[in-house]
């Protein structure tokens, strides 16, 4: 059973840069999908970046060109990159990933907070 764990939230002023990571471990089966996501309070999640197993990276129009997904096979890890902040950015994110049969697996999120 393949677990992802996620780090690199915190608290940051508007306009810095936080850095999102999500490792898996345990068995991992092949990794077709991996996409952040993000929920609010009072708002539903949505997805904010993705990459495929073959690199295509997506990414939410309200990030792009702040936000960069990239990942390190060696490590089983995937990273956010996020730059220039804003108080909207401000969620629980959360890695998740698409195995075989199209089945999906959660971490436990990492909360990020963005001071104006």
């Known amino acids: 059973q393949v677990q992802l764990v996620e780090s690199g939230g915190g608290l940051v002023q508007a306009g810095g840069s936080l850095r999102l990571s999500c490792a898996a471990s345990?068995?991992?089966?092949?990794?077709?999908?991996t996409g952040w996501y993000r929920q609010a309070p009072g708002k539903q999640r949505e997805l904010v970046a993705g990459?495929?197993?073959?690199?295509?990276?997506n990414y939410a129009s309200s990030v792009k060109g702040r936000f960069t997904i990239s990942r390190d096979n060696a490590k089983n890890t995937v990273y956010l990159q996020m730059n220039s902040l804003k108080p909207e950015d401000t969620a629980v994110y959360y890695c998740?990933?698409?195995?075989?049969?199209?089945?999906?697996?959660w971490g436990q999120g990492t909360q990020v907070t963005v001071s104006s």
């Open positions: 998740n990933v698409v195995v075989v049969f199209g089945i999906q697996i």
């Open positions: 990459i495929s197993s073959g690199g295509t990276t």
């Open positions: 345990g068995r991992t089966p092949s990794i077709n999908y």
